[in-house]
C-alpha cells in the first residue's frame, strides 16, 4: 500500500487567494489547482490519504465527510496520532520535543503493509530517515503555479510525490 500523509495548510489551502472567505461548515474552501494536483498523484499511484494536518483534530469522520462533501481526490483511511498522545502514552517527555515526524512515525510503525510514502507539507519538522520522502510545498517561489511564496501542492510538487511513490 502506498500512503500520502497529506498537511492540508500550505497544500491545499492558501489563504491568501481571492477565494479566502470562499468557505463551507469545515473552513476555507481549498485552491482548486492544488486539489488537481493531489488528484493526479492519487490516480498516477492509486496511494491512500491519511491526514497528518492538524484539520486531523476534528477527528476521522469529519475528515471523510469533508472529502466526500467537498468531492476531493482518493481515499482518506486514518489520521497521525497527536504530539499529546504520545506524551500521554510515555514515548515522549515534553510536548515541544514531538515533531509532525515523530507522529507519522508512529503512525507507520503501528500499521504493516506499507511500500512506499510520502510526505505533503510546508513545514520542515520531520525525522531525518524521512526527508528523501518529503514534498515540501513552501518556498517554491520557482513553481509558476506557486501561490505568495511559494506555497501549495505545485505541479512539480506533485510530479516529485509521484516520482516517490512509483507508478501503479
Not at 492538524?54 to 497527536?82: C, F, H, K, S
Not at 515540501?136 to 506557486?146: E, F, G, L, V, Y
Amino acid at each position: 500500500m502506498k500512503i500520502i500523509f497529506l498537511d492540508i495548510d500550505g497544500v491545499l489551502n492558501v489563504h491568501s487567494v481571492g477565494s479566502k472567505y470562499e468557505r463551507d461548515r469545515f473552513g476555507h474552501l481549498f485552491v482548486q489547482d492544488f486539489v488537481d494536483n493531489l488528484r493526479s498523484i492519487v490516480e498516477a499511484t492509486d496511494a491512500k490519504i491519511v491526514i497528518s494536518s492538524t484539520w486531523r483534530m476534528a477527528g476521522l469522520q469529519i475528515m471523510r465527510e469533508l472529502w466526500e462533501e467537498r468531492d476531493l481526490p482518493g481515499e482518506v483511511i486514518d489520521i497521525t496520532i497527536n504530539a499529546y498522545e504520545i506524551v500521554q502514552e510515555g514515548r515522549a517527555e515534553f510536548y515541544d520535543r514531538v515533531e509532525r515526524g515523530h507522529e507519522i512515525q508512529e503512525w507507520i510503525d503501528s500499521h504493516s503493509g506499507i511500500d512506499e510514502y510520502v510526505i505533503l507539507d510546508d513545514d520542515n519538522d520531520f525525522l531525518d530517515s524521512q526527508r528523501g520522502r518529503l514534498v515540501r510545498t513552501s518556498n517554491n517561489i520557482n513553481h509558476p503555479d506557486s501561490i505568495d511564496t511559494g506555497y501549495g501542492l505545485t505541479k512539480e510538487c506533485a510530479k516529485k510525490a509521484i516520482r516517490i511513490l512509483g507508478h501503479k
